[in-house]
């Protein structure tokens, strides 16, 4: 049973670039979250799809958006990416409308660096 | 989720038992206490979930006093593998499932197993 997978684990990128992050789900859950994590700084949350839309957002700017597809994956993508974007990018899934004693599943996270 | 208060980091030498506090004074009725643990460069790992009194696993034991304003994540006789990242958060079971809720992460408490 595959947990939760993130592609790709490192990416650079330019100041000003775009970039499009991956997530797939632990089988059976049908909601994912995403999270930025700064060094040294908890994850804060940035979004939650659920149903193919944005059901919960965090404090991020328009710049972030994101989208799921009819199989719960989902993706993460920024514009005009600042140096202040380098983090550690986290995907969590859970069952959404399942049992409410599941934990989040996280992946591994992609190591975005943005020069 | 209720608003959490833990220690910000914790040494201790291998073989020893860990005791990491977290402090919710505003825990509600419905509120459970959840434990997440992140290493390095990972994404974090539910550790432990609970209500009242004392939860045990594999992994760790939760002791919650009568009142539950506060709650102990002890880890029996640590080894240098246990040096991590703690955090605890408090909220209904949905929303620490991520049920249509944002789940927002503290900083945490950084635990050094010293050889």
């Known amino acids: 049973d595959a947990g939760v997978t993130q592609s790709p684990t490192h990416l650079i990128k330019t100041r000003g670039q775009q970039v499009t992050l991956r997530c797939s789900p632990k089988?059976?859950?049908?909601?994912v979250s995403w999270y930025q994590q700064a060094l040294g700084q908890g994850p804060q949350f940035i979004f939650q799809?659920?149903?193919?839309?944005?059901?919960q957002r965090g404090n991020f700017p328009d710049r972030f958006s994101g989208h799921q597809f009819p199989n719960y994956s989902s993706e993460l993508n920024v514009n005009a990416l600042l140096l202040g974007d380098s983090a550690l990018y986290l995907c969590?899934?859970?069952?959404?409308?399942?049992?409410?004693?599941?934990?989040?599943?996280f992946g591994n996270g992609t190591r975005l660096t943005v020069t | 989720l209720a608003k959490t208060t833990q220690p910000i980091s914790m040494d201790s030498y291998e073989g020893q038992e860990v005791n990491i506090t977290c402090s919710h004074n505003?825990?509600?009725?419905?509120?459970?206490i959840t434990w997440y643990q992140q290493f390095p460069s990972q994404g974090p790992r539910f550790i432990i979930q609970?209500?009242?009194t004392k939860v045990t696993n594999e992994v760790a034991s939760l002791f919650i006093p009568a009142d539950r304003k506060s709650s102990t994540l002890s880890l029996p006789r640590v080894s240098l593998s246990d040096t991590a990242v703690y955090y605890c958060l408090v909220g209904d079971r949905r929303a620490l499932a991520g049920g249509y809720q944002k789940v927002t992460f503290g900083i945490g408490t950084k635990l050094q197993v010293i050889p």
């Open positions: 089988s059976g859950h049908d909601t």
């Open positions: 505003n825990i509600a009725t419905n509120d459970y």
């Open positions: 969590a899934s859970s069952p959404g409308t399942g049992a409410h004693d599941s934990p989040l599943h």
């Open positions: 609970g209500y009242k």
């Open positions: 799809y659920y149903e193919e839309e944005e059901r």
